[in-house]
């Protein structure tokens, strides 16, 4: 089992950066795959990014590739969401997210994930 501890969320103006973090516990983080989702106010939660166990591969939907960048650091149990160039279309709560069981491949639904952070609040501005 793992816990998933999200922070770094905020207002920003539209066009501007921030960075999630994504705390996770345990000796086993490192064998996750590790997802990233938002839900803004009346919609489903969404796929915006996921990472390998290595963190050698990415996975992104079109809305966000090329400004979202995923990345981890096992050696901490981190996992990081770098957001640039933001709109206000991406204001949301965002999750960090890990499926059920070790070794699955790069997951984009969110019924794969079963460990959940509380989420940080991401607001864009125009």
């Known amino acids: 089992q793992v816990q998933l501890v999200e922070s770094g969320g905020g207002l920003v103006q539209a066009g501007g950066s921030l960075r999630l973090s994504c705390a996770g516990s345990?000796?086993?983080?490192?064998?996750?795959?590790m997802g990233w989702f938002r839900q803004a106010p009346g919609k489903e939660r969404e796929f915006v990014a996921a990472?390998?166990?290595?963190?050698?591969?990415?996975l992104y939907p079109d809305s966000v590739k090329g400004r979202f960048t995923v990345s981890r650091d096992n050696a901490k149990n981190m996992v990081y969401l770098e957001m640039n160039s933001l709109k206000p279309e991406d204001t949301a709560v965002y999750y960090c997210?890990?499926?059920?069981?070790?070794?699955?491949?790069?997951?984009?639904?969110?019924?794969?994930?079963?460990?959940w952070g509380q989420g940080t609040q991401v607001t864009v501005s125009s």
């Open positions: 997210a890990a499926p059920a069981t070790y070794y699955t491949p790069l997951l984009d639904h969110v019924g794969a994930y079963s460990y």
């Open positions: 345990g000796r086993t983080f490192s064998m996750y795959v």
């Open positions: 990472i390998s166990r290595s963190g050698g591969s990415t």
